[in-house]
């Protein structure tokens, strides 16, 4: 199994209509971290946690929320998906040691909004 | 506002071949940077981690170098094989703002030709 799993795989939804990404881990790591990927553009962080009582914004947060469920579980909500948030998104963790920085990563969910 | 580029977006190479790839930054002031490799429907594997006091880092027959003034990172590929096959990914940290400070580039997609 998967260290790192994101569900669902693939989503294509409708311009307002909320929705939910989750994601879990098996690292026991503290650290989780939700980014996502266009073309032509680097990946841009939207949320990180640090701990299931630690949440902050990224780079990119406007027009999503984040949960953190327990450690294991941190999931990305599009609360009236737009257009512009069609995209790939992944979640990460990351080990205490290597910097505090995302190391392991979901295989992602493409989210496709019409 | 750091920039990172990475030239040529693609590369097509026999395989056997020794190849360099190319990660480029704006700001020198960073605090580490991390290679990865992204393949097709996965996540990021995180391959190396140079830190601002190094120089190189060595994994098999990958070997990444830094340097800090230039604003240049290579990653140098031994001995290509089918299997490298991937787009590859550098990441860079800043040495201020905390981990919010990491900025991707958009990668080189690399092929390599049996």
């Known amino acids: 199994d998967a260290d790192v799993t994101q569900t669902p795989r693939n989503r294509i939804t409708k311009t307002g209509k909320r929705i939910m990404l989750e994601c879990s881990q098996t690292k026991g790591h503290d650290r989780m971290y939700w980014y996502r990927q266009d073309p032509g553009l680097g990946l841009r962080l939207i949320y990180y946690?640090?701990?299931?009582?630690?949440?902050n914004k990224g780079e990119i947060s406007d027009g999503y929320s984040v949960s953190r469920q327990a450690q294991a579980k941190f999931s990305l909500s599009l609360e009236s998906a737009i257009p512009n948030q069609t995209a790939l998104y992944f979640c990460?963790?990351?080990?205490?040691?290597?910097?505090?920085?995302?190391?392991?990563f979901g295989d992602g969910t493409r989210l496709s909004i019409l | 506002k750091q920039e990172v580029t990475q030239i040529p977006a693609a590369l097509s190479v026999p395989e056997g071949e020794n190849l360099v790839l190319n990660c480029s930054f704006t700001?020198?002031?960073?605090?580490?940077l991390q290679w990865f490799r992204q393949d097709p429907g996965k996540g990021l594997t995180s391959l190396l981690l140079i830190q601002s006091s190094q120089r190189e880092q060595t994994s098999g027959r990958l070997n990444a170098s830094l340097d800090k003034s230039s604003g240049r990172s290579t990653l140098y590929i031994a001995a290509s094989q089918p299997g490298d096959s991937a787009t590859y990914l550098c990441?860079?940290?800043?040495?201020?703002?905390?981990?919010?400070?990491?900025?991707f580039g958009t990668g080189t997609k690399l092929q390599v030709i049996p």
């Open positions: 700001d020198s002031a960073i605090y580490n």
């Open positions: 990460a963790t990351s080990d205490p040691g290597q910097a505090n920085q995302p190391q392991h």
């Open positions: 990441a860079v940290r800043l040495s201020s703002g905390g981990y919010q400070k990491v900025t």
């Open positions: 946690s640090f701990d299931v009582k630690d949440i």
